[in-house]
């Protein structure tokens, strides 16, 4: 890359997304009401986001959505509305928007999302009513302080913990998440701009159009499905993390001061940065490293904070991310997420959809597919912790932290090659839409070191060892290919060579 | 209180009890064959075989809509609490006729708490009818605590509290381990660190048929996953050929099992390599161990507790006296929605537990085998409008043929929101802590009552070491 690291992602990093979630369902039809009953399901919102992830530019833009993805998790397993392919669409696009802009501008955007609303229930959210026992929900003020932005404990600015008489000093208490709760309500779905249409397959029901799930909720009860005069704001006062809101404080109001008020914590900085460094780049970060990162966090160098394009390039533009000794670091790297291997093996070898739709669905089986599909995490814990390491492990003796391998088990390390041996050719019954082109492979199959060395470089940067190497020449040879030997011989040795690459270790460990 | 010194002696006793496996030998737990290894004489392996399968619910479980309470007087706080109107329901209040066919009422007359009737969830007859046998039995308000305390002493802090309550993973952890989020052994783990001395084959200790967590981690002993359907083979290697070539299997093999100089990887390599070791022999015994009990078609939690108890049909096969194993299922953590789904998750797990006994009882091991359930936490009894939020104690379930079932333990708390056995919005203050509940049933499973802080860190300032509730645990030699 002989203009270097920066301007090349400059360049990327200016790019928008050239082909949005919304304009994929335009695209495909998927938003309108028809017999094929669209808004009842899940499927397209799988299809959007392999289509998203295997095809179309701005790659670098999506690969920090996804990571965005899993520190601001919204499942599509359980978000309980109409029109949920289009809703998780919705909040992809606003982490593809946002994810080189301002992480308070993010931050505000996914808290008024339909599709967070229904997941960590600020939709429909009320203020206490003694009469009734009913008390403010208090999930969406819980999460967004332990997993959006401050966490449970105080850290310095290098990632490590404070601590005050050698105990840990937590962030918050139960009545700061009691307090902010009442922040997070009175807000609820916006219909003014929606229209209906009888469901095709019961009359008598009617659909409600696409956009109630796009637009972000509203505390204007005028706009919503039930139009009102009053809302159903908290509107007494409300103190928490040392800030006290007034009473009668607008719901819109409560929410600015709330978010600002988080976002300005001094915790937000390292636990964001530790985090994205993680998915991105290794997953025991030096102090160093962390400190750098949330200096940037802290101020971009023009006086902003926040700012997320700043952040990004601080991560992969760190020493400590291109030092190239560090490849050779036994505690350097990160497991590759069974998502995106999958991801590099169809973008490697030129996917192609079918039907254009990418039509794969959830691929969370671990026993015979990934383990894990993207937007389709378990819980708002994301697939695996940012804490955790397999017990009885050398990581576990050397105290690094390996969060990928919260998914690695006996079930799921068989489970992946069994799936990479029916995806490199797609003869998986649930990848029947998509085919691999190998078409840089192909002239080279005949000679067996050659395409060694090829996808050494395609797949893992040249960081297969001499002995691996050499154990998947043999194999290779074995295969039996001529010049003029005909494609489907020529793409056994190249499948065989994919699935020996993608199933060794130097490939599973990203360094 | 000096609590997190104590934690640290129980640990430095488990440093100590690794080092001296080491001394011996035993480097690998990987090895099948662990015989011989003396250093758990305390162990008492005798009374043939025995398991312990935790239920894990993760989200939460909504004990209030678990079990409810039924008589008047009880049931009209309830209501009022979560918002129903009298006894029609409505908010978050099951309707009281609903309740009828599932009143659970103790032998010999036993009362609790303000004489209340406790109903369980009308989607849960089976274990009703398990009640009414005998061999369930509900444990009261059980839940997370470093010493025994009263609401005063959690107001003034004059106790210290288990650290991050009401937080999903770090509560989890706590249940799990005794320790939030990053706690490297579980009490499930550490038994089978007792307990794999009476296994010849170690490994098949500890199974698990749920997602990675610490609850079966030990220091020694090392969970093995299993799938609901079994273990899954590497394809390619039980067939001999990937893409047609016998080389090309060879190699994968090599390659699946080399780790090159970075720890992640090596470690990744060691999983395969187990994986590939196991997988065919585990699979081998299950074949010879068929099941006629019915689990039923797509209830996930009956998927995986059918491969438990093919894991116990398989346990002369495997080689195993002791074993412990975890189980879970997801759903529970529901802020929202809660009437329809919460009782449809119960129904789940009813059906599930009802099955799983009734294989115990096929294989003849119904008395050797109880199965418990774990949550991350209670929640509140106040409603956040069609839904409950995190809260602490919780009421939980024991099954089994050695469970002294058909009456309640533990103490059942107030139906309020504002007595001193609840925190605020009737979070439970829990009044059995998770250290009772593992000895209980550590003792009963074999291990010594001094190497009970090992389970239970916090054990000794508790009264007792035995809840009462497993026939046998008190006729441990």
Not at chain 1, 187 to 214: C, E, K, M, W
Not at chain 2, 427 to 450: C, I, K, M, N, Q
Request: charged residues 20%; glycine residues 10%; proline residues 5%.
């Amino acid at each position: 890359m002989s203009e270097g690291y920066e301007p090349w992602l400059n360049r990327e990093m200016r790019q928008a997304n050239d082909f949005t979630a919304q304009q994929y369902f335009e695209a495909r039809g998927f938003d309108q009401v028809d017999d094929n009953r669209f808004f009842n399901g899940t499927s397209t919102g799988d299809y959007m986001i392999w289509s998203q992830l295997l095809s179309g530019g701005s790659a670098v833009r999506k690969r920090f959505a996804l990571a965005l993805s899993e520190f601001f998790v919204v499942s599509l397993n359980d978000i309980n509305l109409s029109w949920r392919g289009p809703a998780i669409g919705e909040y992809w696009d606003i982490l593809n928007r946002n994810a080189f802009g301002s992480f308070r501008a993010l931050i505000e955007e996914i808290t008024l999302n339909p599709a967070m609303g229904v997941y960590l229930n600020t939709r429909g959210n009320r203020r206490a009513d003694p009469r009734r026992g009913r008390v403010p929900d208090e999930n969406f003020g819980r999460e967004i302080m332990q997993l959006f932005s401050i966490g449970l404990f105080e850290l310095n600015q290098d990632g490590t913990p404070r601590l005050n008489s050698g105990e840990l000093i937590e962030t918050y208490t139960n009545d700061d998440v009691t307090e902010i709760a009442k922040v997070f309500t009175g807000y609820d779905l916006d219909y003014s701009q929606t229209t209906f249409t009888p469901d095709p397959g019961n009359p008598s029901r009617t659909i409600a159009s696409v956009d109630h799930v796009r637009r972000p909720m509203t505390a204007d009860p005028s706009k919503w499905s039930r139009s009102l005069n009053d809302g159903f704001h908290a509107t007494e006062e409300k103190q928490f993390l040392g800030l006290t809101i007034p009473a009668g404080t607008s719901a819109e109001e409560s929410l600015r001061l709330a978010l600002d008020h988080l976002v300005d914590h001094p915790n937000v900085g390292p636990f964001f940065a530790r985090q994205m460094i993680q998915r991105l780049v290794t997953s025991n970060p030096s102090p160093g490293y962390i400190s750098r990162v949330a200096a940037v966090f802290a101020n971009n160098g023009r006086g902003q904070r926040g700012d997320l394009g700043s952040v990004f390039k601080a991560i992969l533009l760190d020493e400590e991310a291109l030092d190239p000794a560090k490849v050779a670091d036994p505690s350097f790297g990160k497991l590759r997420e069974p998502m995106l291997r999958f991801v590099q093996l169809a973008r490697t070898f030129g996917v192609r959809s079918e039907s254009g739709n990418f039509e794969v669905r959830n691929l969370s089986n671990p026993a015979n597919q990934l383990g894990q599909s993207p937007l389709r995490s378990p819980s708002v814990f994301n697939f695996f912790r940012p804490g955790y390491f397999p017990t009885g492990s050398q990581s576990a003796a050397n105290n690094l932290l390996a969060p990928e391998f919260q998914l690695v088990n006996e079930t799921s390390v068989a489970g992946y090659v069994n799936f990479l041996e029916r995806a490199v050719d797609t003869s998986a019954w649930f990848l029947r839409d998509l085919s691999l082109r190998y078409s840089a492979e192909l002239p080279l199959a005949h000679d067996a070191a050659g395409l060694v060395e090829h996808l050494d470089l395609v797949l893992t940067a040249n960081q297969l060892s001499a002995s691996v190497k050499d154990t998947i020449l043999s194999a290779l040879e074995d295969i039996p290919v001529e010049q003029n030997s005909p494609d489907t011989d020529k793409l056994r040795r190249i499948h065989a060579g994919v699935v020996l690459v993608m199933a060794s270790t130097d490939y599973l460990v990203q360094k | 209180m000096h609590i997190s010194r104590e934690l640290e002696l129980s640990r430095r006793a488990f440093l100590r009890r690794s080092s001296q496996l080491a001394a011996m030998g035993a480097a690998s737990s990987y090895a099948l064959d662990l015989a011989g290894i003396g250093e758990a004489a305390a162990f008492s392996s005798s009374g043939g075989y025995k398991a312990l399968v935790c239920v894990f619910l993760y989200g939460g479980n909504d004990h209030g809509n678990t079990l409810i309470p039924f008589d008047p007087t009880n049931y009209a706080r309830y209501a009022a609490i979560r918002g129903g109107i009298d006894d029609q329901g409505g908010g978050i209040a099951l309707p009281r006729s609903s309740l009828a066919s599932t009143v659970l009422m103790p032998a010999g007359g036993q009362t609790v708490t303000d004489d209340i009737t406790y109903a369980l969830a009308p989607t849960m007859p089976r274990l009703k009818a398990r009640f009414d046998q005998g061999s369930m039995a509900p444990i009261l308000n059980v839940g997370p605590l470093l010493a025994p305390m009263t609401r005063a002493e959690y107001d003034n802090r004059s106790v210290p509290r288990p650290p991050k309550l009401f937080s999903h993973n770090d509560q989890q952890s706590t249940w799990q381990s005794s320790q939030p989020e990053g706690s490297q052994t579980g009490w499930g783990g550490r038994m089978g660190d007792l307990a794999q001395s009476a296994n010849t084959n170690a490994m098949f200790t500890a199974i698990n048929a749920t997602g990675n967590a610490v609850f079966l981690s030990g220091e020694q002993a090392l969970p093995y996953q299993v799938s609901s359907s079994g273990a899954v083979l590497f394809r390619p290697l039980e067939r001999g050929r990937l893409f047609r070539s016998g080389a090309a299997t060879s190699a994968l093999e090599t390659i699946l099992t080399t780790g090159s100089g970075n720890i992640l990887a090596a470690d990744y390599a060691t999983i395969n390599d187990r994986s590939i070791k196991f997988g065919s022999f585990v699979n081998d015994a299950l074949e010879n161990a068929a099941i006629s009990t019915d689990f039923g078609d797509g209830n996930r939690l009956a998927d995986q507790l059918k491969a438990v108890a093919g894991m116990i049909a398989a346990r002369g096969s495997l080689g195993v006296t002791r074993q412990v194993f975890m189980v879970s299922m997801g759903g529970f953590d529901n802020h929202d929605g809660l009437i329809g789904r919460h009782e449809g998750l119960l129904a789940e797990l009813d059906f599930a537990l009802d099955a799983f006994y009734q294989a115990t009882i096929e294989l003849g091991v119904a008395d050797q085998v109880t199965t418990f359930t774990a949550s991350d936490f209670g929640r509140t009894l106040a409603s956040n409008g069609d839904g409950s939020d995190h809260g602490w104690g919780g009421h939980h379930f024991v099954l089994g043929g050695s469970v002294n079932g058909g009456r309640f333990y533990g103490r059942a708390p107030h139906v309020s929101v504002d007595t001193p056995d609840q925190v605020g919005r009737g979070r439970l203050l829990p009044t059995t802590s998770v250290d009772e509940y593992s000895s209980t049933l550590a003792l009963w499973f074999g291990v010594s009552p001094s190497d009970l802080p090992s389970i239970a860190p916090n054990i000794g300032r508790f009264a007792s070491s035995d809840v009462g509730f497993l026939r046998s645990s008190t006729m441990h030699t």
